[in-house]
């Protein structure tokens, strides 16, 4: 989820044509969000080796519908507790452009730079501007394992590099002061207490 919006957005998309998908593949399905500071936020993702499979295509299915749901414009495979090179990004307003990167590497990086109010569907609730160069070309596959590029500015080059950093294991909120980081920490900690307490005694009434 981000603040920012109205931003110029670059004219390549690649959508996923949800009419392609097998029948299993509709029955929307949604994935649990890893919170920070979990340490699974912080494994190393691999490349995906295999492309054009059933399981493949029923990820991006779960993570797109977990994206929309969310609602956030974009949510890397880590974060939904899978560590393999997979990003759902869909940054226009009305949210029906999905782009789906899988093994993306940054191939160029502008000298200028740029600071974005950021936020992630893992660190709820936190927003704190991060600065990161102002456009990237980026190199990627799709599902079926097909090449692409993306030239990205604006929104979309932040988000990329934003859900790239979850594959490398890397959350927004390290780039910010150790002081601020610690108080995001104590502070989502402490929900995810209130939380846990909220679902026991839950369990206690049933
Ligand atoms: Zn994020």
Redesign the pocket.
């Known amino acids: 989820m981000w603040r920012i919006c109205c931003l110029e957005l670059p004219a390549l998309h690649h959508p996923v044509n949800r009419t392609h998908l097998s029948k299993s593949e509709l029955i929307m399905a949604l994935l649990d969000i890893l919170r920070y500071p979990d340490p699974r936020l912080h494994k190393i993702a691999t490349p995906v080796t295999e492309f054009g499979t059933e399981r493949l295509r029923t990820l991006v299915a779960d993570m797109a519908d977990t994206m929309y749901d969310a609602p956030g414009v974009?949510l890397?495979a880590s974060?939904v507790d899978v560590h393999e090179q997979v990003v759902t990004i869909d940054v226009t307003e009305a949210q029906d452009d999905l782009m789906v990167f899988i093994n993306p590497e940054i191939t160029w990086s502008s000298d200028e730079r740029a600071v974005y109010d950021e936020g992630?569907?893992?660190?709820p609730g936190v927003y704190d501007g991060v600065e990161r160069p102002s456009r990237v070309k980026v190199r990627a596959f799709d599902l079926d394992g097909k090449e692409f590029t993306v030239d990205a500015d604006g929104l979309l080059a932040v988000c990329i590099q934003?859900?790239m950093d979850?594959l490398k294991g890397k959350?927004?909120v390290e780039y910010l002061s150790p002081l601020k980081r610690n108080r995001i920490k104590a502070k989502l900690q402490k929900e995810e207490r209130g939380l846990a307490r909220e679902a026991a005694q839950r369990g206690a009434r049933r």
């Open positions: 974009g890397a974060q992630c569907l893992s660190v934003h859900e979850h959350v927004f």
